[in-house]
Nanobody
Framework: QVQLVESGGGLVQPGGSLRLSCAAS????????MGWYRQAPGKQRELVAT???????NYADSVKGRFTISRDNAKNTVYLQMNSLKPEDTAVYYC??????????????WGQGTQVTVSS
């Protein structure tokens, strides 16, 4: 099985920065895509950013130019650098990783979520 451990959330003032981390562990043969999603109270979970093998990235329009997703393949870890944070970025942020445990077995797992609150 594959587990994800997220860290880096917290309370920050508008205009501030935070860096989220998500480390995958367990039986991992390869990782295809890693991504961050968020869910605000009363809203559906939405995509924030994804990065796939080859380091191709994709961002939600609302975070383009402010957030940067990156990955460390040696550590099976994905990061989300969040700058110029706004109150509307307040949400629980979830990490998602898609990969293979063997030549034939695939997995898609979610992290436990980390709270990000942007408030003065």
């Amino acid at each position: 099985q594959v587990q994800l451990v997220e860290s880096g959330g917290g309370l920050v003032q508008p205009g501030g920065s935070l860096r989220l981390s998500c480390a995958a562990s367990g039986i991992i043969f390869s990782i295809n895509a890693m991504g961050w999603y968020r869910q605000a109270p009363g809203k559906q979970r939405e995509l924030v950013a994804t990065i796939i093998s080859g380091d191709s990235t994709n961002y939600a329009d609302s975070v383009k130019g402010r957030f940067t997703i990156s990955r460390d393949n040696a550590k099976n870890t994905v990061y989300l650098q969040m700058n110029s944070l706004k109150p509307e970025d307040t949400a629980v942020y979830y990490c998602n990783v898609d990969g293979k445990s063997s030549w034939y077995e695939t997995f898609s797992v979610w992290g436990q979520g980390t709270q990000v609150t942007v408030s003065s």
